[in-house]
T-cell receptor, first 116, second 111 residues
Protein backbone atom coordinates (compact mmCIF):
# COMPACT_ATOMS: atom_id res chain seq x y z
CA UNK A 1 0.00 0.00 0.00
CA UNK A 2 1.22 3.52 -0.75
CA UNK A 3 0.23 4.75 2.69
CA UNK A 4 -2.01 7.70 3.47
CA UNK A 5 -2.01 10.07 0.51
CA UNK A 6 -2.66 13.78 0.95
CA UNK A 7 -2.98 16.48 -1.65
CA UNK A 8 -1.82 19.06 -2.28
CA UNK A 9 1.54 18.97 -0.45
CA UNK A 10 1.69 22.75 -0.41
CA UNK A 11 -1.04 25.35 -0.80
CA UNK A 12 -0.70 29.11 -0.83
CA UNK A 13 -3.91 31.07 -0.97
CA UNK A 14 -5.21 34.53 -0.35
CA UNK A 15 -7.28 35.40 2.68
CA UNK A 16 -10.97 34.88 2.01
CA UNK A 17 -10.50 32.11 -0.53
CA UNK A 18 -11.85 28.59 -0.13
CA UNK A 19 -9.29 25.86 0.50
CA UNK A 20 -9.91 22.13 0.11
CA UNK A 21 -7.48 19.54 1.42
CA UNK A 22 -7.78 15.93 0.32
CA UNK A 23 -6.94 12.61 1.87
CA UNK A 24 -6.94 8.99 0.73
CA UNK A 25 -6.62 6.63 3.71
CA UNK A 26 -4.97 3.23 3.66
CA UNK A 27 -7.24 0.62 2.14
CA UNK A 28 -9.02 -1.41 4.82
CA UNK A 29 -8.64 1.20 7.54
CA UNK A 30 -11.95 2.20 9.07
CA UNK A 31 -10.93 5.31 11.02
CA UNK A 32 -9.69 8.61 9.63
CA UNK A 33 -8.33 11.62 11.49
CA UNK A 34 -7.61 15.21 10.53
CA UNK A 35 -4.92 17.01 12.56
CA UNK A 36 -3.47 20.51 12.47
CA UNK A 37 0.11 21.20 13.52
CA UNK A 38 1.55 24.60 14.44
CA UNK A 39 4.53 25.71 16.46
CA UNK A 40 2.30 27.44 18.98
CA UNK A 41 -0.35 24.78 19.55
CA UNK A 42 1.43 21.57 18.56
CA UNK A 43 -0.60 18.67 17.15
CA UNK A 44 -4.35 19.20 17.44
CA UNK A 45 -7.06 16.69 16.51
CA UNK A 46 -9.71 18.47 14.44
CA UNK A 47 -12.13 15.66 13.65
CA UNK A 48 -12.23 11.91 13.26
CA UNK A 49 -14.43 9.54 11.32
CA UNK A 50 -15.25 5.92 12.04
CA UNK A 51 -16.71 3.92 9.14
CA UNK A 52 -17.20 7.21 7.23
CA UNK A 53 -19.29 8.74 10.04
CA UNK A 54 -18.01 11.81 11.92
CA UNK A 55 -17.61 10.77 15.55
CA UNK A 56 -16.09 13.82 17.21
CA UNK A 57 -15.66 17.22 15.61
CA UNK A 58 -15.10 19.12 18.85
CA UNK A 59 -11.62 20.07 17.68
CA UNK A 60 -12.86 21.93 14.61
CA UNK A 61 -11.99 25.55 15.36
CA UNK A 62 -15.10 27.22 13.97
CA UNK A 63 -17.81 27.06 11.36
CA UNK A 64 -15.37 28.02 8.63
CA UNK A 65 -14.00 24.47 8.85
CA UNK A 66 -15.89 21.48 7.52
CA UNK A 67 -14.93 17.88 6.78
CA UNK A 68 -16.58 15.13 4.78
CA UNK A 69 -15.96 11.48 4.12
CA UNK A 70 -18.27 10.43 1.28
CA UNK A 71 -16.76 6.94 1.07
CA UNK A 72 -14.14 4.74 2.70
CA UNK A 73 -11.36 5.89 0.37
CA UNK A 74 -11.68 9.65 0.39
CA UNK A 75 -12.03 12.59 2.76
CA UNK A 76 -11.86 16.36 2.45
CA UNK A 77 -11.20 19.20 4.86
CA UNK A 78 -12.52 22.54 3.67
CA UNK A 79 -11.85 26.02 5.00
CA UNK A 80 -14.16 28.77 3.77
CA UNK A 81 -13.27 31.59 4.02
CA UNK A 82 -9.60 31.08 4.87
CA UNK A 83 -7.72 33.40 7.23
CA UNK A 84 -3.98 33.93 7.86
CA UNK A 85 -4.28 32.22 11.27
CA UNK A 86 -5.28 29.02 9.48
CA UNK A 87 -1.71 28.71 8.19
CA UNK A 88 -0.40 25.38 9.45
CA UNK A 89 0.47 21.86 8.38
CA UNK A 90 -2.64 19.71 8.13
CA UNK A 91 -2.22 15.96 8.56
CA UNK A 92 -4.58 13.16 7.71
CA UNK A 93 -4.13 9.81 9.46
CA UNK A 94 -5.92 6.48 9.26
CA UNK A 95 -6.07 3.36 11.39
CA UNK A 96 -7.80 0.02 11.69
CA UNK A 97 -9.83 0.06 14.84
CA UNK A 98 -12.50 -1.73 16.71
CA UNK A 99 -14.25 0.07 19.51
CA UNK A 100 -11.22 1.78 21.01
CA UNK A 101 -8.87 4.42 19.63
CA UNK A 102 -5.75 2.65 20.71
CA UNK A 103 -4.20 1.20 17.61
CA UNK A 104 -1.51 2.61 15.37
CA UNK A 105 -2.36 5.69 13.36
CA UNK A 106 -0.61 6.06 10.00
CA UNK A 107 -0.02 9.65 8.97
CA UNK A 108 0.19 11.19 5.54
CA UNK A 109 2.97 13.60 4.65
CA UNK A 110 0.76 16.59 5.36
CA UNK A 111 -0.39 19.67 3.49
CA UNK A 112 1.43 22.88 4.32
CA UNK A 113 -1.15 25.67 4.05
CA UNK A 114 -0.13 29.31 3.87
CA UNK A 115 -2.85 31.96 3.85
CA UNK A 116 -1.59 35.41 2.89
CA UNK B 1 -10.29 15.29 30.42
CA UNK B 2 -6.84 13.93 29.83
CA UNK B 3 -3.81 16.23 29.86
CA UNK B 4 -0.35 15.14 28.73
CA UNK B 5 2.81 17.05 29.56
CA UNK B 6 6.12 16.28 27.86
CA UNK B 7 9.65 17.28 28.87
CA UNK B 8 12.08 18.51 27.79
CA UNK B 9 11.02 20.52 24.76
CA UNK B 10 14.54 20.26 23.34
CA UNK B 11 17.21 17.67 24.11
CA UNK B 12 20.74 17.70 22.78
CA UNK B 13 22.95 14.64 23.34
CA UNK B 14 26.31 13.44 22.07
CA UNK B 15 26.20 10.67 19.50
CA UNK B 16 26.46 7.34 21.30
CA UNK B 17 24.96 8.65 24.55
CA UNK B 18 21.46 7.86 25.81
CA UNK B 19 18.42 10.11 25.57
CA UNK B 20 15.40 10.10 27.87
CA UNK B 21 12.11 11.90 27.24
CA UNK B 22 9.43 11.99 29.93
CA UNK B 23 5.67 12.42 29.86
CA UNK B 24 3.04 12.68 32.55
CA UNK B 25 -0.70 12.18 32.17
CA UNK B 26 -3.66 13.09 34.32
CA UNK B 27 -6.41 10.53 33.60
CA UNK B 28 -5.84 7.36 35.60
CA UNK B 29 -8.21 5.55 33.21
CA UNK B 30 -5.81 6.01 30.27
CA UNK B 31 -4.56 2.64 29.13
CA UNK B 32 -2.54 3.11 25.95
CA UNK B 33 0.64 5.15 25.52
CA UNK B 34 2.28 5.39 22.10
CA UNK B 35 5.43 7.26 21.06
CA UNK B 36 5.73 8.79 17.61
CA UNK B 37 8.77 10.11 15.76
CA UNK B 38 8.42 12.97 13.28
CA UNK B 39 11.20 13.65 10.82
CA UNK B 40 11.46 16.93 8.96
CA UNK B 41 8.78 17.29 6.30
CA UNK B 42 7.02 14.07 7.25
CA UNK B 43 4.09 12.98 9.35
CA UNK B 44 4.57 11.35 12.76
CA UNK B 45 5.31 7.63 12.73
CA UNK B 46 4.74 5.17 15.56
CA UNK B 47 8.01 3.82 16.99
CA UNK B 48 6.87 2.03 20.14
CA UNK B 49 3.81 1.79 22.36
CA UNK B 50 2.89 0.36 25.74
CA UNK B 51 -0.38 -0.67 27.34
CA UNK B 52 -1.28 -0.21 30.98
CA UNK B 53 -0.85 -3.88 31.89
CA UNK B 54 2.88 -3.72 31.13
CA UNK B 55 5.64 -1.80 32.93
CA UNK B 56 8.35 -1.84 30.27
CA UNK B 57 8.77 -2.65 26.60
CA UNK B 58 11.93 -2.77 24.49
CA UNK B 59 12.63 -2.77 20.79
CA UNK B 60 16.34 -2.80 19.98
CA UNK B 61 17.73 0.60 21.04
CA UNK B 62 14.43 2.06 22.21
CA UNK B 63 12.44 1.28 25.32
CA UNK B 64 9.41 2.70 27.06
CA UNK B 65 8.66 2.49 30.78
CA UNK B 66 5.31 3.12 32.43
CA UNK B 67 4.61 3.98 36.08
CA UNK B 68 0.85 3.86 36.50
CA UNK B 69 0.96 4.91 40.15
CA UNK B 70 2.86 8.09 39.36
CA UNK B 71 1.11 8.48 36.00
CA UNK B 72 4.23 8.95 33.97
CA UNK B 73 5.95 7.16 31.10
CA UNK B 74 9.31 7.63 29.46
CA UNK B 75 11.08 6.94 26.19
CA UNK B 76 14.67 5.75 26.36
CA UNK B 77 16.98 5.70 23.35
CA UNK B 78 20.40 4.12 23.85
CA UNK B 79 23.51 4.44 21.67
CA UNK B 80 22.02 7.40 19.85
CA UNK B 81 22.79 7.86 16.16
CA UNK B 82 22.43 10.84 13.80
CA UNK B 83 19.26 9.36 12.31
CA UNK B 84 17.62 9.58 15.73
CA UNK B 85 17.46 13.37 15.33
CA UNK B 86 13.75 14.23 15.05
CA UNK B 87 10.77 15.46 17.05
CA UNK B 88 9.29 12.86 19.37
CA UNK B 89 5.69 12.92 20.61
CA UNK B 90 4.14 10.98 23.44
CA UNK B 91 0.39 10.42 23.65
CA UNK B 92 -2.17 8.85 25.96
CA UNK B 93 -5.55 7.37 25.14
CA UNK B 94 -8.09 8.81 27.57
CA UNK B 95 -11.30 7.30 28.90
CA UNK B 96 -13.08 8.48 25.75
CA UNK B 97 -10.48 6.56 23.76
CA UNK B 98 -9.07 9.67 22.13
CA UNK B 99 -5.33 10.18 21.76
CA UNK B 100 -4.14 13.23 23.69
CA UNK B 101 -0.72 14.37 22.51
CA UNK B 102 2.27 15.84 24.31
CA UNK B 103 3.83 19.02 22.93
CA UNK B 104 6.82 17.23 21.44
CA UNK B 105 10.57 17.02 22.11
CA UNK B 106 13.14 18.05 19.55
CA UNK B 107 16.03 15.60 19.86
CA UNK B 108 19.38 16.76 18.48
CA UNK B 109 22.23 14.28 18.17
CA UNK B 110 25.60 16.01 18.15
CA UNK B 111 28.36 14.29 16.13
Amino acid sequence: DAGVIQSPRHEVTEMGQEVTLRCKPISGHNSLFWYRQTMMRGLELLIYFNNNVPIDDSGMPEDRFSAKMPNASFSTLKIQPSEPRDSAVYFCASSRQGSALNTEAFFGQGTRLTVV
Amino acid sequence: GENVEQHPSTLSVQEGDSAVIKCTYSDSASNYFPWYKQELGKGPQLIIDIRSNVGEKKDQRIAVTLNKTAKHFSLHITETQPEDSAVYFCAAADSNYQLIWGAGTKLIIKP
